[in-house]
């Protein structure tokens, strides 16, 4: 009777340790989506400085050629 009740104690513990790590990915993988989410935001945001200033360049440089 005691094997049985320590199989089934274990195997529960098992399960909780699993259950503590599924919610520990969980939760980095909630923070590394936010920061990827940030960093093409910051991208796209820099994309868009870039084509502003190529822009410029280029008006500029018409102003400036003969």
Do not use: K
């Not at 936010?34 to 440089?61: F, P, Y």
Request: net charge positive.
């Amino acid at each position: 009777m005691l094997w049985p009740m320590i199989a089934i104690a274990l195997g529960f513990l098992g399960l909780a340790v699993l259950a503590v790590l599924a919610v520990r990915v969980f939760v980095e993988v909630r923070r590394l989506s936010g920061q990827v989410a940030d960093a093409g935001r910051r991208i796209a945001d820099a994309s868009g400085d870039l084509e502003r200033a190529a822009s410029d360049l280029a008006r500029a440089g018409r102003v400036v050629r003969p």
